[in-house]
């Protein structure tokens, strides 16, 4: 009897216990401070330089995975019908961020355009001259007397020029050809012996695709200085106050890429279901290709590489007057702004 009277005490010297505690939890819980929630939804509106592709990775994967909104971005991702045209529709107003290139940058900067760089999407070159790896061009003197295909002018031809004088060759020494952008058939065909301002990322898988090996110079390598090959773009005149949203924009691009990096694979299957059209074999190939070309730190800025590039175009006579650094890009988290 004693033994049951025992247990019915300590039964019921646990359910004030537990009652106890359970009104303590409810008192902390009223004092505790309200969790932290997402800042005030912002749209921003980016235009990429070409269709969606693996290059543009951390933004799509930042898209998918919900990153812009935890951070209160309503982000809307525009993919241009003319692919010159996403820096003038920034410096237009009619869009926060457009996707450019670093040389082309400079050139526009020289023209007037209010833009500036604000983040930086793929950090080395991407550009290189391609051959077959079957053909008899084994190193830059090879290709005197041949015919290059190209599809841009202006930046493209100063890039080539610099690697021919690297060396001993000049323009002269070269038939170019204008593909437009189709430069991986125009190879294929054998209208072009080379192809110069083909990707790195991509035409290798192209090339494969068709079972022909492919042989890159790397323009980095030849005579050019490094420098960034995607980079977003922000006007000028409308910084100051779009800063907060870029800096959150490029905080969730950050964490896409380390998520990509971390997650390579798993990364892939989630990019590719942003559209059915990007589930492809070359697409793969060029994503694992892109991995190691995407900036670890969007917002960093190598002030060297826009200064060293700058004297480069300014010596070449591409641009006619020098740009300060501060004018051509900028690093958006920087202390003091």
């Known amino acids: 009897m004693k033994r049951v009277r025992d247990r019915l005490w300590f039964a019921a010297l646990m359910t004030v216990l537990l009652t106890g505690a359970v009104r303590a939890d409810e008192r902390t819980d009223e004092n505790a401070p309200a969790p932290l929630s997402s800042p005030p939804e912002s749209s921003l509106r980016l235009m990429l330089d070409w269709y969606v592709n693996p290059s543009h990775g951390p933004i799509i994967i930042a898209q998918q995975k919900g990153y812009f909104r935890d951070l209160g971005l309503n982000v809307t991702i525009d993919a241009p019908a003319d692919p010159t045209a ?3 529709l920034v410096a237009a107003g009619r869009e926060d961020l457009a996707l450019g290139y670093q040389p082309q940058l400079h050139l526009q900067v020289d023209e007037g355009l209010p833009i500036k760089r604000v983040g930086t999407l793929i950090g080395t070159p991407l550009n290189v001259l391609m051959v077959s790896a079957d053909s008899d061009i084994h190193q830059i003197e090879d290709l005197k007397g041949k015919r290059i295909g190209y599809s841009v002018g202006g930046v493209e031809e100063v890039l080539l020029a610099a690697m021919l004088k690297h060396s001993g060759l000049d323009m002269s020494d070269v038939e170019l050809v204008n593909v437009n952008f189709a430069l991986t058939p125009a190879l294929l065909s054998q209208q072009v012996d080379a192809v110069t ?21 790397f323009i980095e390598e030849e005579g050019v200085p490094i420098y960034d090959e995607l ?30 990096v971390n997650h390579p694979e798993q990364s892939w299957e989630t990019f590719k279901t942003y559209d059915r059209s990007l589930d492809n074999e070359v697409n793969h190939k060029a994503w694992e290709a892109s991995i190691a070309r995407f900036a670890l730190r969007p917002a960093a800025l190598d002030t060297a590489r826009y200064r060293d590039f700058e004297n480069f175009l300014l010596d070449r006579g591409v641009i006619k007057k020098r740009a300060p650094v501060d004018r051509l890009a900028e690093d958006i988290n920087a202390t003091g702004r």
């Open 197 to 217: 301002g083909a990707f790195r990322n991509f035409e290798p898988a192209q090339l494969a695709q068709e079972g022909v090996e492919g042989r890159a110079f």
């Open 231 to 260: 980079i977003f773009l922000a006007n000028t005149e409308t910084l100051d106050e779009k800063r907060p949203l870029i800096s959150r924009f490029l905080k969730a691009v950050e964490k896409a890429t380390m998520w990509i």
């Open 86 to 88: 996403p820096p003038k």
